[in-house]
């Protein structure tokens, strides 16, 4: 906005700036003039405007949140399942890789898991399940795992660590004493 001042002299655009950059909305911010002039040229009622607002934010949010999803899972690299040279991998069936690609066993709570020597593959359609874009579905929470079950970067738990006299501790699941 234009430094828009109102009969108090408050300024306008400054204050929006403020608090656009407070509630982290950086689409509003962008778009509120816009907004506003349309709003003014088509006599839309303060509620009108805020819904136009808000809306206008909201889908912003939905259109960037799979791709926070899919930085947030940390994924080594960007696959898809459409990707996999399955002329490479021959032993895998198409038809059970497409099947995993429903994600049934995801709302049948179920885990997938890709055993086999390295270069097979199984990074790859790890990758291309958790994918946050795949067409048609509800955006889920995924978290690459890398070896012993921990993300990348992560150091091990205490627990996975050496103990007293460089001996390791068992973990309290193992059975014995």
């Known amino acids: 906005m234009a430094s828009a001042k109102t009969g108090s002299g408050r300024n306008l655009a400054a204050e929006l700036a403020y608090l656009t950059r407070v509630l982290k909305a950086p689409s509003l911010a962008a778009s509120v003039e816009r907004l506003a002039e349309r709003a003014r040229a088509e006599s839309w009622s303060h509620e009108e405007f805020l819904a136009a607002c808000l809306q206008r934010e909201v889908a912003a949010r939905e259109s960037h949140g799979g791709e926070a999803r899919i930085r947030a899972a940390r994924f080594p690299a960007r696959k898809g399942l459409e990707d996999f040279d399955f002329d490479h991998q021959r032993s895998l069936k198409r038809e059970v890789i497409a099947h995993l690609g429903t994600l049934d066993f995801v709302a049948a709570r179920e885990n997938v898991v890709f055993l086999g020597p390295p270069g097979t593959g199984k990074t790859h359609l790890s990758i291309g399940l958790g994918d946050a874009r795949l067409p048609g579905r509800a955006p889920r929470r995924v978290r690459h ?33």
């Open 145 to 177: 795992r890398g070896r012993m079950g921990r993300p990348p970067g992560r150091r091990p738990h205490r627990r996975e660590t050496a103990g007293r006299a460089g001996q390791t501790r068992p973990h309290p699941g193992a059975g014995g004493r």
